[in-house]
C-alpha cells in the first residue's frame, strides 16, 4: 500500500476531508481531530492527513511532555504497541496515532511511528514522525543523529546536514554531529555542481510564465503599486486553492511588506494551520498580530496627542495599553506551552511579564533563556532590570558582570550594560564602582546619554 496525496484519495472519504479543513480553517481543532482519525485509519499512507492532525492535536494538547502517557521504560501501552507493530505494522499505525492524540510531541511514540513506517515504506510519513521531534523537543540529539541518518540513506545531504547543525545548537561539543555536518556539506555541495552542470532552471520550469513569476518575485525594491498588482495576482491563485501552502505563504509576505500587518497575521496563521505545525510561521504569524495591534495602539495614541483634552480618548488609550500587557502573556505563554524548550520564547514570556510587572514570574523564564547564546546579553539585561525592580540589587549586579563577560568590544550594547551597572551601584550607594562604568563609556563616547555630566562632576 502506498503514501498517497489528497487527490488519491477515494472519492468516499474527500468530503470528509474537505470538512476537517473547514474545521481546521475555523479553528475548531477537536472536531477536526474527531474527523481526520478515521480518514487516516482507512488510508494509513494519507501523509498530508497526518500532518494536519498532527498540527490540530499540538493545539489542542500543546506540545509539551505529559509524564505517564507513554515510555518503552514505563511498559504498558507502549510495550504493547511496540511489539504489535512489529507484528501488523498496519493495523497498529492507528493505535500510534491514537495515543499520539493525547500527546503529539511524545519522543518514544514518534520514533515508534518512524520505525513502524518504514516497515511499510512509508518512507515521507517516516521522515514526518523524526522532523516533528526535531520541531519540538530539538535537545534529543538521540533521534535527530537517527533522522540525519536516514536522510543519508535517502541520498540526502543537505537536509542531513541542517538536522546535524540543529543538534549542534544544543550539543555544540557532540563530535559525530560536527563531522556530520562538514561531511554532508560537502557531499550536498558535489551532488549540487553536478546538478548545475546537467541541468537548467528555466528548463526545469514547466512554462516560461512560471519561471517570470518566481523571478518577479525575487525582485527587491518593489513599489507599492507592484507589490498591489502581485498581490492581486495571488489573490486569485488562493481563491482557487485556499489549502496550497505556498500560496498562502507568498500570500501573506506581500501582505507584510505592503505592512497591512491584520491580513499578514491572518494568512500566516492560516500558513501555520496547513504546515506541519512549522514553528517558523507561528512565531512570524505573531510577530504579524504583535505590529497590528502596536499599530492599532499608536493610531489611538496619535489621537490622543491631537486631542489631549478628550478624556473618553485618553481612558481608551490607557485601557487598551493595560489590555496588551494582558494579552501579550497570554500569548507568550500559550507559545510557551507549544514550544516548551525554545529559549527565545522564554525571553518572550519573561519580557511580557516583566511589562506586566509581574518581577517573580519574570524571573524563571528569563533565567531559562539564557541558553541561547546569540540572546544571552540582552536576557541577563532584562533579568538584572528585574532583580532591581525587587529591590535584590546584589543578584542585578552579578547579571549584568556575567553579561560583561560576554562582551568585547565597546558597542552599543556594552555601553548600555555598564550605563545599568553604574545606576544600581549608585542606589547602593557604592558611587566607586558607578564612576568607574560611568567612565569606562566617557572614555569611548562623550555624548552618551548623561555619562559627561557624571564624570566631569565627580572632579569638582
Not at 513599489?223 to 498562502?248: C, F, G, I, M, S
Not at 548600555?416 to 542606589?427: F, M, R, S, T
Amino acid at each position: 500500500m502506498p503514501e498517497i496525496t489528497e487527490k488519491e484519495l477515494p472519492a468516499s472519504h474527500k468530503q470528509l476531508w474537505l470538512k476537517s479543513l473547514s474545521a481546521v480553517q475555523a479553528s475548531n481543532f477537536s472536531y477536526a481531530i474527531s474527523i481526520i482519525q478515521p480518514i487516516l485509519a482507512e488510508n494509513p499512507g494519507f501523509v498530508e492527513g497526518r500532518k494536519i492532525l498532527r498540527t490540530c492535536e499540538i493545539q489542542v494538547h500543546g506540545a509539551g511532555k505529559k509524564k505517564g502517557l507513554f515510555g518503552m521504560s514505563s511498559g504498558g501501552a507502549g510495550m504493547k504497541l511496540n511489539s504489535q507493530a512489529k507484528k501488523d505494522p498496519l493495523g497498529t499505525l492507528a493505535l500510534i496515532e491514537k495515543e499520539l492524540e493525547k500527546d503529539p510531541a511524545n519522543d518514544q511514540l514518534n520514533d515508534l511511528l518512524f520505525e513502524t513506517a518504514l516497515k511499510l515504506e512509508f518512507y515521507q510519513t517516516a521522515t514526518f514522525a523524526l522532523e516533528t521531534i526535531r520541531k519540538h523537543a530539538p535537545e534529543n540529539s538521540k533521534l535527530l543523529h537517527k533522522l540525519a541518518e536516514f536522510y543519508i540513506s535517502r541520498d540526502e545531504p543537505m537536509l542531513a546536514s541542517e538536522v546535524y547543525n540543529d543538534i549542534l545548537k544544543h550539543h555544540p561539543t557532540d563530535g559525530v554531529a560536527i563531522r556530520g555536518s562538514k561531511d554532508c556539506s560537502a557531499r550536498a555541495s558535489m551532488k549540487k555542481q553536478k546538478w548545475d552542470e546537467n541541468a537548467n532552471m528555466r528548463d526545469l520550469m514547466r512554462n516560461s510564465a512560471e519561471f517570470e513569476e518566481l523571478e518577479k518575485a525575487a525582485r527587491t525594491g518593489l513599489t507599492k503599486e507592484q507589490l498591489e498588482e502581485r498581490r492581486d495576482r495571488v489573490v486569485e491563485k488562493y481563491n482557487a486553492d485556499p489549502n496550497h501552502l505556498a500560496t498562502v505563504k507568498d500570500l501573506a509576505g506581500l501582505y507584510e511588506q505592503l505592512e497591512d500587518w491584520h491580513h499578514a497575521h491572518t494568512f500566516f496563521s492560516w500558513a501555520h494551520s496547513l504546515s506541519n505545525g512549522d514553528v517558523a510561521l507561528a512565531t512570524k504569524a505573531a510577530a504579524m498580530k504583535d505590529r497590528a495591534l502596536e499599530t492599532d495602539l499608536k493610531n489611538l495614541a496619535a489621537a490622543v496627542a491631537a486631542d489631549p483634552d478628550n478624556a473618553e480618548l485618553k481612558a481608551a488609550l490607557e485601557a487598551r495599553q493595560a489590555d496588551r500587557i494582558a494579552e501579550q502573556v497570554v500569548e507568550a505563554q500559550q507559545r510557551v506551552d507549544q514550544n516548551p524548550t525554545d529559549p527565545q520564547l522564554r525571553f518572550e514570556l519573561g519580557s511580557a511579564l516583566y511589562n506586566a510587572k509581574d518581577y517573580s514570574a519574570a524571573i524563571p523564564h528569563l533565567q531559562q533563556a539564557t541558553r541561547n547564546p546569540h540572546i544571552r546579553t540582552k536576557v541577563l539585561l532584562l533579568l538584572a532590570r528585574t532583580f532591581k525592580a525587587k529591590d535584590m540589587f546584589d543578584l542585578s549586579i552579578k547579571q549584568l558582570s556575567d553579561a560583561l563577560a560576554d562582551l568585547v568590544a565597546m558597542d552599543n550594547t556594552k555601553k548600555e550594560v555598564l550605563y545599568e551597572k553604574g545606576l544600581i551601584h549608585n542606589q547602593m550607594g557604592d558611587q566607586t564602582s558607578a564612576l568607574d562604568c560611568f567612565k569606562q563609556i566617557y572614555e569611548v563616547d562623550y555624548g552618551y546619554r548623561d555619562v559627561a555630566q557624571r564624570v566631569e562632576s565627580s572632579y569638582s
